[in-house]
């Protein structure tokens, strides 16, 4: 009975961890920013100038507008409990960690859609933004 309970939670922490590294594997590359919406007001808004953010396969990230860097760090991938739906659904989650303020933290549920579209959603903010991205060719 023992060994049965052991095998099973070893086998549970395998299929989370291969799941988080499944899941992040389609994030790696550059993607434009094509428009968001949210907010208080709501509506949906385009970028004034290109904005753009890239993902390693290292868990570093750089945010661009305008061709410039506006923010860059390290990423990491976590299945969270859904706060919205129910404690048993997970959503994956970004969490940013800003390379010049270490303490800073930001987080983003996000998927991907035909491999080339990515929405990215302020996680855990009732009127966050919702962004959609392209990947760049």
């Not at 385009?46 to 923010?71: C, H, K, N």
């Not at 969490?95 to 010049?100: A, V």
Request: aromatic share 12%.
């Amino acid at each position: 009975m023992l060994l049965a309970a052991i095998t099973i939670v070893l086998f549970a922490c395998k299929t989370e961890k291969a799941t988080i590294n499944r899941v992040g594997a389609g994030l790696t590359g550059t993607w434009d920013l094509v428009m968001y919406s949210g907010g208080i007001a709501g509506g949906t808004r385009y970028p004034t100038s290109p904005e753009a953010i890239q993902f390693t396969s290292d868990s570093l990230y750089t945010r661009f507008r305008g061709g410039l860097i506006t923010m860059k760090g390290s990423y990491h991938i976590h299945l969270m409990a859904t706060p919205v739906y129910s404690p048993t659904a997970k959503d994956s989650v970004i969490t940013y960690i800003t390379s010049t303020m270490q303490q800073e933290i930001i987080r983003q549920s996000y998927s991907i859609k035909s491999r080339d579209t990515l929405f990215l959603n302020d996680y855990g903010i009732s009127d966050g933004f919702s962004y959609k991205y392209v990947r760049r060719k």
